[in-house]
């Protein structure tokens, strides 16, 4: 028992002087600038001093020791908003198009003739539980892409609708 008084009156002050030699002033912390310029004096002679690593590296640009970096452009907000504004066409004209009898859905997963509620469910299972991946992991390209092929299938959708105007009965 007295062991344990004895350490606790011992740690009690040591705890106290070590809060003041590493005391650390917040305002100072964050607003201590950085400097994060390259400045290659410092290494002019990285190659005389170490050529098999700066042969390696010119022969092979793929070197395994070297990180790649990939770097790409995020997709603009205006880029999202085309590709929920192409979503929702492709779900309006596919249901316009199944108003009539001589269309039927080409995806397998739906069936000849899903209704409109199948159509915003399987959009959903689609899109909802890799949603976030997908919002954090996608490139301004790879958005171009998928709102290009949606276009393709919005505007072949309506190319359809407009032959069925003129040649198929309306069923719903």
Known sequence: MRTILLLISIMIPLSAM???FFYVN??????TKLNL????E?????CITNAKFCQKLEQD???????KFEMYKRP?????????????????????????DCISELNPLLGE???????????GIVFGPSWDNFKKNTSEYDLNVANLITGIVVLNNFDVINDAKNTCNKIR
């Open 26 to 31: 917040t305002l100072q912390k964050h607003s």
């Open 61 to 67: 640009r793929n070197y395994s020791l070297l990180p």
């Open 18 to 20: 070590a809060e003041e």
């Open 113 to 123: 003739r899903p209704s409109t509620l199948r159509l915003v469910a399987h959009k």
């Open 76 to 100: 603009t907000e205006w880029q999202w908003k085309l590709f929920w504004t192409l979503q929702t066409l492709d779900v309006l004209t596919t249901t316009e198009g199944l108003s009539y």
């Open 37 to 40: 310029k390259y400045e290659p």
């Open 42 to 46: 410092f290494d002019f002679d990285f």
